[in-house]
Structure formats: C-alpha cells, structure tokens
C-alpha cells in the first residue's frame, strides 16, 4: 500500500501565499504520476495540477494556471510540492494529493478524472478569508 501523507495547508488572507507538501512512500523505475485535486464542500473533487515521474512533464488547470506551480524534489523525487500564490477566497478547499500505480510508459499525466489516480492522501485544508 502507498502512502501519501500532505502538509502545508492552513488558512491565509487573500493575496497570500501557501506552499503544499506531499510525500510518498512509492520508489519505482517506473512511470506514475502524481497530482494534486481539491474538493469544497457541496461541489466535486476537481483536479488542479500534475506531475509526471519521468521527465518531470507537468499540467496545470486553467482555472490555476497563472497562480499555482506544482515542482518535485528532483533529488529524491519522492516530494511534491504545490507553490500557490494570489490566493483567493474560491480556493479554500481540502486539497488533497494523489499517485497512480506504476507502469512501463507514458510520461504525461492528466487531472481530469480522479478516479484514474489509485492512492489518496488524507488531505490538508485551505481556507482563504480575511
């Protein structure tokens, strides 16, 4: 079993910035990807942004695209991070991260359908208020 543990969440004015943690205990020579989806209440689970373990190829919403980078430690590549800046009230959210099982190809990732992702953190909250 992986596991996915996040951190970094908390709750910030708007205009502020927050820089999510996820660390995983997967190590492969294989393809998976990692991403990052968030979840308010009342509304669906939407992706935000992605990582693949290959060369790194990344994908962003379009809602966050300008604000948020996802980047990884390249030196263990076990830790991915979420720089989101200009924070705005519509992003608080539980965020949460999540991993695909390994596999021998394919080194784009995508964030439209989370079901596609086999492991779940527990999530960090974010709340964006004055």
């Known amino acids: 079993q992986v596991q996915l543990v996040e951190s970094g969440g908390g709750l910030v004015q708007p205009g502020g910035s927050l820089r999510l943690s996820c660390t995983t205990s997967?190590?492969?020579?294989?393809?998976?990807?990692i991403a990052w989806f968030r979840q308010a209440p009342g509304k669906v689970r939407d992706g935000i942004a992605c990582?693949?373990?290959?060369?790194?190829?990344?994908?962003h919403a379009d809602s966050v695209k300008d604000r948020f980078t996802i980047s990884r430690d390249n030196a263990s590549k076990n830790t991915v991070y979420l720089q989101m800046d200009n924070l705005k009230p519509e992003d608080t959210a539980r965020y949460y991260c999540?991993?695909?099982?390994?596999?021998?190809?394919?080194?784009?990732?995508?964030?439209?359908?989370?079901?596609?992702?086999?492991?779940w953190g527990q999530g960090t909250q974010v709340t964006v208020s004055s």
């Open positions: 990582i693949n373990s290959g060369d790194g190829n990344v994908l």
């Open positions: 997967l190590s492969t020579s294989l393809y998976y990807d």
């Open positions: 999540a991993i695909t099982k390994p596999r021998a190809y394919g080194d784009q990732c995508y964030i439209w359908t989370p079901t596609s992702y086999d492991y």
